[in-house]
């Protein structure tokens, strides 16, 4: 009977190949030229700051390097992210860098500022998915982008306009959660795409698309108050 290991060996290989690929990209410590991880804080010899690539995978950045996480990235475990970046800006934390070289605080500023992006670009659904477009090759995505479906659009348009016209919060909390079982659907169905071996692009664009609108009712939603108009940014 073949072991479990002989029957996942392409999947394996293709592990391995990745992490050595990604192992093989380095950067060299100003302060003693070791080499170092490009998606590295510190140096691992002398603890120096280092600072990190405009294009750094945001995986990486918090300790999750992406073929760690299920469904090709998609499926974060968000606790856990919370505590690696918690961890990173610990490394940053004014009163850690105060007592560091001029230059290295400015590094540790830097490291700060992508840090935070990463953590909230992985955080929300809609920016993880249209970050992991963008890793696979998908740069010139319109966020000006309409839904295709006209009964989609049509559902869109009546929860704006029921939402337009609430007058107290119970219409408001009715909207919220007929617009949140619109999120979950969709969530679900991003769950299924991004489990697929070969990614249909398209499909997960135009998933995220429709969350787009969603996000911004939900958002709507929460910011709604009585006698004041709604505004979506869609």
């Known amino acids: 009977m073949p072991t479990a290991g002989l029957a996942f060996s392409p999947f394996c290989n293709d592990l ?6 990604s192992s093989a990209q380095t950067k060299a410590c100003a302060s ?13 010899k002398c603890e120096a700051l280092q600072p990190l690539p405009g294009d750094v995978n945001f995986y990486d950045v918090l300790g999750s390097p992406r073929e760690t996480v299920s469904r090709k ?5 968000l606790k856990q992210l919370k505590g690696q970046w918690r961890q990173k800006m610990g490394l940053t934390h004014p009163d850690r860098l105060v007592a560091r070289p001029e230059k290295e605080q400015q590094i540790g500023t830097q490291q700060s500022a992508i840090v935070n992006k990463a953590y909230e670009t992985l955080l929300r659904p809609l920016s993880r998915a249209l970050y992991l477009l963008e890793q696979e090759g998908v740069k010139d995505i319109d966020e ?3 839904l295709e479906d006209p009964e989609l659009l049509m559902e869109v348009m009546e929860l704006q306009e029921r939402l337009s016209e609430a007058t107290d919060q119970a219409e408001v909390d009715a909207v ?3 617009n949140q079982e619109h999120i979950s659907d969709v969530l679900h169905e991003l769950d ?3 489990a697929q071996t070969d990614l249909n692009k398209d499909r997960i664009q135009n998933l995220a698309i429709q969350l787009r609108y969603w996000t911004n009712i939900a958002k709507a939603v929460q910011e709604w108050q009585p006698g004041q108009p709604v505004e979506l940014h869609h």
Do not use: H, I
């Not at 990235?73 to 475990?77: E, M, T």
């Open 16 to 21: 391995r190949a990745r992490r050595a690929y």
């Open 32 to 44: 003693c030229g070791t080499p170092n991880g490009m998606a590295a804080l510190q140096c691992k």
């Open 73 to 77: 990235g998609w499926s974060v475990d």
């Open 144 to 146: 000006a982008a309409s």
């Open 176 to 178: 919220g959660e007929q």
């Open 192 to 194: 299924d795409a991004f």
